[in-house]
């Protein structure tokens, strides 16, 4: 920082920040409220159910790549990984909003009170919470681990101010451990985060939208939904870079190069994406098994879904794929947070269109409304305070180049 | 790395390319034995007819496709190691790049061989190929097995090609060095090549291409080859997760061969200074991450048929673990995912003892992978009254033998006579400190 | 031409060869190439050498291949119009595989001809006025001068710790445009 009063400034550009968010929270908030006690309960909580899987996905997904990074040793990411814990910041805020979601339970799931043919054993209200409750327990749990660890590495670059911060330093400073220790934590906490994500992320997969349809089944959901995690993950990562690059310029700390190579990881996983869900529907194309096309034919081939499907696919794979084989354009922050923008308004509506089918039926066109909006935009504000109040907390940690994180 | 001048480079890597010994000449002769036998075999097969080896109704897939999908497997690594590792900058890919790419070139030809073999008329194998012959009979090009046609025959040109482009400037390296006919030879294959700075300028851009390339074309390979079976509805092969589980498990697979190859490799040649336990190191880890996808994937298909509650689907995957193949199927389990987490302990993935084991271990698990997926999938259909066994004949094995030596005898080859590291790559990382173009 | 001499510096530090590239842009002199037996980052900072266009041949190549592969299956699946397997004739969806292999074929032939072309391989020309340490461990710059002045270009590339080497014409032509400019 240049002086007392650069950081002046920039303290009450995040303050009035988070006051914007939490304006966001509250509209989302009532519009929820709203929605709820008017004659369509279960759209107020099928835009939370969206809502909750997409941004959620996005805090897993976001610390992921710090994870990834930090285990393959990466050296061209130092000043990005900061930017990427910062997401575990909206862990707790996720698990909350999980705990709530069991207040919805009778509307987000058909299956309830219904005969299953013996699926009873794994789909059951009871069952269901309590191993999703443990499972994102552990992962978040494993993911703040790695982001103390993470922090601790770069005490030297924490103020003592708050009581947070000197709470952790007082602790830090009690217990000296060197570099190499501290980032021996760090692999360990990242291999055990990477293999929860995966885990636990397959297990919400199959609970929170393959059950919706609890007779169609496919093995690569799981996987599917976290790579489509990381996807998104990656993607708020951008946005997020590209808000500092823009706010900050050189001080920031990213530079092109940085942009470049986080924009190819980005085109990366969008072609997987796009691969994963492609293998999916050539297996069931093929297959033909009535229970299983049935699920591909009303969400892709009839009105009014396929609309949606050709949406989210142009949103998700064509734009970006076609924008991001150029080489220049992934330099480019404005354009990229752009980009990325329109890439989580694709997967959200994607969300609704591997779930609408299931909660809406007989409808004649895509139940999506302002209401749906309004609810994403409180849950964009729950976003916007954790990543800002996170931020606010550990200004340096975040950007600052800390030389090797990754070992 | 760093302790060595650019001439040392060239001079560890050209010293392999001296005059080998007897020993190595017994070795070639031994090999070339045991692909006499193997193509002996297949020529007693294509004498008396497909019926030599075992496939039969209901397994009619037999070793020749296992070895198909195994060698196609092999193969994947070395274009993970040459291309995905070149794109996300592991510098310590540079020393094992060419010999796996090498293993790459010859692991896809020898995969082609397998659907040859399994033709009773091999001679009719054109009729795979799209051309307009005498009654306009064309492909069926939503046919599974054509894919296969255009993804290997694609693989095949693009990783001769590839490995043709990274050898290129060590070709000219060993033609300034060579003397009398050699270095004729040397001056053709090289098409001289003066590393210029135009010829560096287009060369380092066009490789940067291929490794984009290749890395997509890699994945869809074993994709398809994955969809030999998924695009069926057998239970256990009509899963969607195959795609990927299939590329996740070449890729094991190729790099256990790796190891296997680089360990003895880098004794005989006294590589140990560039292929260090670093690099051995950083092999081992990438194996526990693919075992770790494979052994999530084993357990992602038990889950699910369990959860489909399809009796059809849920008996072929008891039947998997207790049935007939059982022993097959334990070895799978426990060389492709139990015995990699070793790797773990950092002492065994420092000991080339250990690495060298377990990577042959691995080779093992994943050839009985291909076994319990391809013979368990067909021998334990729908219909009880159809359900059989399958035992490959010793024609098979003979076949089997033969593909091993003919693998083992061109790496052999190509090691005494080919720069067996790329000394450009090795002198980048020394000069500029990463690949090509970096 | 044959006005021209030609004065090979070789050196056997990289950044020495960059350093003289660097220098010789304010000389009378013209570079006409660098010989490295890598592509060394300061030589080509040094150089400002443009980005190659090998990459249009790539692309034209994949577009070509991916049309190519997707008319290719439409096209004899339409001859007989056979129904196989209850699937529709032309089925975009596994026809898209072939449509993508042959995007890659086609990307990297047409990679391998843009490459070729480019750096105009196979060129046996230049290996006549050409040093062999230059695939090993030196760095040969190049540079002309008119006949008569070998002896200040000599003097220059030995003054920065070059090796030197007369040759009295140039193999390849650096009028072609691709050429740097100094």
């Known amino acids: ?407 | 790395m760093s302790q060595f001048s650019y001439a040392q480079i060239d001079k560890t890597v050209l010293d392999t390319l001296r005059p080998p010994s007897l020993v190595y000449w017994l070795i070639i002769f031994l090999l070339s034995l045991g692909v006499m036998t193997g193509a002996a075999c297949w020529a007693y097969q294509t004498a008396v007819g497909i019926g030599a080896g075992g496939q039969n109704i209901p397994v009619a897939w037999g070793t020749y496709l296992i070895n198909f999908v195994f060698w196609v497997g092999i193969a994947h690594s070395g274009t993970l190691i040459s291309a995905i590792l070149h794109l996300f900058r592991a510098g310590w890919r540079n020393p094992i790049a060419r010999a796996a790419e090498t293993m790459t070139v010859f692991a896809v030809c020898i995969a082609g061989l397998f659907p040859f073999i399994h033709l009773g008329r091999v001679w009719m194998v054109y009729y795979m190929l799209p051309y307009p012959n005498q009654r306009l009979l064309w492909p069926n090009f939503q046919s599974p097995l054509v894919f296969d046609v255009i993804a290997i025959s694609t693989y095949l040109i693009v990783s001769i090609l590839f490995w043709y482009t990274g050898l290129l400037p060590d070709l000219a390296t060993v033609r300034d060095t060579a003397v009398g006919w050699r270095k004729r030879i040397f001056t053709i294959l090289s098409m001289g090549w003066t590393g210029s700075h135009e010829q560096w300028r287009h060369y380092t851009r066009g490789y940067l291409f291929f490794a984009a390339l290749a890395t997509p074309l890699v994945i869809s390979v074993h994709s398809v080859v994955s969809w030999d079976f998924a695009l069926g509805i057998v239970p256990g092969w009509h899963s969607t997760l195959f795609a990927p589980y299939f590329v996740a498990g070449a890729i094991h697979s190729g790099l256990a061969m790796v190891l296997t190859l680089m360990i003895p490799m880098r004794k005989i040649f006294r590589f140990e200074a560039f292929i260090n336990r670093d690099v051995l190191e950083n092999i081992a880890k990438t194996i526990v991450f693919t075992g770790l996808i494979v052994g999530y994937a084993y357990m992602l298909e038990y889950f699910l048929a369990w959860y489909s509650h399809n009796v059809v689907e849920q008996e072929a995957f008891r039947w998997r673990a207790v049935g007939e193949y059982r022993m097959e199927f334990w070895v799978m389990v426990v060389c492709n995912t139990l015995i990699p987490l070793l790797f773990f302990v950092k002492r065994i993935r420092r000991s080339v003892p250990w690495l060298f084991g377990i990577s042959v271990l691995i080779n093992i698990g994943m050839w009985y992978e291909r076994f319990v997926i391809i013979i368990g999938g067909v021998a334990h259909g729908f219909m009880p009254h159809a359900w059989g066994l399958y035992a490959p004949t010793g024609i098979e094995l003979g076949i089997l033998l033969g593909s091993f030596c003919l693998f083992f005898l061109l790496f052999l080859l190509f090691a005494k006579h080919l720069p067996s590291m790329s000394m450009t790559e090795l002198k980048e990382t020394l000069g500029n400190g990463g690949g090509h173009g970096r | 031409m044959a006005d021209r001499s030609y004065v090979f510096g070789l050196f056997r530090d990289g950044n020495q060869a960059a350093a003289a590239i660097k220098a010789l842009r304010d000389a009378p002199w013209n570079i006409d190439r660098v010989h490295s037996p890598f592509p060394h980052h300061g030589i080509f900072e040094a150089l400002r050498v443009k980005k190659s266009r090998v990459g249009y041949f790539t692309l034209a190549g994949g577009v070509f291949g991916f049309f190519a592969g997707l008319a290719l299956s439409i096209f004899t699946a339409v001859q007989w119009n056979l129904i196989v397997s209850g699937k529709p004739i032309v089925a975009l969806i596994p026809f898209f595989i072939v449509g993508f292999e042959c995007t890659i074929l086609f990307s990297v032939l047409g990679n391998i001809v843009g490459f070729l072309t480019q750096a105009r391989l196979p060129d046996f020309r230049g290996l006549k006025v050409y040093d062999p340490r230059c695939s090993e461990d030196r760095f040969g710059v190049v540079a002309s001068c008119a006949k008569g002045e070998q002896e200040g270009l000599k003097a220059f590339f030995r003054e920065r710790g070059g090796e030197v080497l007369l040759f009295d014409s140039s193999p390849v032509t650096a009028d072609d445009g691709n050429a740097p400019h100094v």
Not at chain 1, 186 to 201: C, G, K, R, W
């Open chain 1, 1 to 407: 920082m240049t002086g007392p009063g650069a950081t002046h400034r920039a303290n009450a550009k995040r303050r009035s920040l988070i006051i914007v968010a939490s304006v966001l929270v509250i509209v989302g908030l009532v519009s929820f409220l709203i929605q709820l006690s008017g004659s369509h309960p279960e759209r107020a909580w099928q835009a939370y159910l969206i809502n909750f899987l997409l941004w959620s996905a996005i805090a897993q997904g976001g610390l992921l790549f710090s994870a990834v990074m930090h285990i393959t040793k990466a050296r061209w990411s130092q000043p990005l990984q900061g930017l990427s814990e910062s997401f575990a910041a909206f862990f707790p805020i996720s698990f909350v909003l999980f705990l709530l979601l069991f207040l919805g339970s009778d509307y987000i799931f058909p299956w309830v009170d219904h005969d299953l043919h013996g699926k009873e054993t794994w789909l059951n209200l009871p069952f269901l919470f309590s191993r999703d409750v443990t499972g994102l327990l552990v992962l978040y749990g494993l993911g703040l681990g790695y982001l103390y660890y993470a922090l601790r590495l770069r005490r030297e670059q924490i103020q003592p101010k708050g009581r947070i911060r000197s709470l952790l330093l007082e602790q830090w400073s009690k217990d000296q451990k060197d570099a190499a220790w501290c980032r021996s934590r760090m692999s360990l906490f990242s291999v055990l985060y990477i293999a929860a994500y995966a885990l636990v992320l397959t297990l919400i997969a199959f609970d929170l939208v393959m059950s919706m349809e609890p007779h169609w089944f496919s093995t690569l959901f799981g996987p599917y939904h976290f790579v489509k995690a990381f996807y998104v993950g990656l993607g708020a990562l951008i946005i997020l870079a590209s808000f500092f690059r823009l706010s900050q310029g050189e001080k920031s700390g990213l530079s092109v190069s940085h942009f470049h190579d986080l924009g190819k990881l980005f085109f990366a996983f969008c072609l997987l994406w796009a691969d994963f869900f492609y293998c999916q529907l050539l297996v069931m194309w093929y297959g033909n098994i009535s229970e299983e096309m049935r699920y591909v034919i009303q969400r892709t081939m009839i009105q009014p879904w396929n609309t949606l499907a050709w949406t989210v696919f142009v949103l998700c794979f064509i734009i970006p794929f076609v924008i991001l084989l150029g080489q220049k354009v992934k330099t480019k922050p404005i354009v990229m947070a752009v980009l990325c923008s329109a890439v989580l308004v694709g997967i959200w509506l994607e969300h609704l269109l591997l779930l609408g089918p299931a909660l809406n039926h007989d409808v004649t066109s895509v139940p999506l409304g302002f209401g749906d909006g309004l609810i994403s935009l409180g849950f964009l504000g729950l976003m916007t305070i954790a990543v800002a109040g996170f931020l606010n907390l550990f200004p340096q940690a975040a950007l600052v180049e800390a030389k090797g994180v990754n070992g």
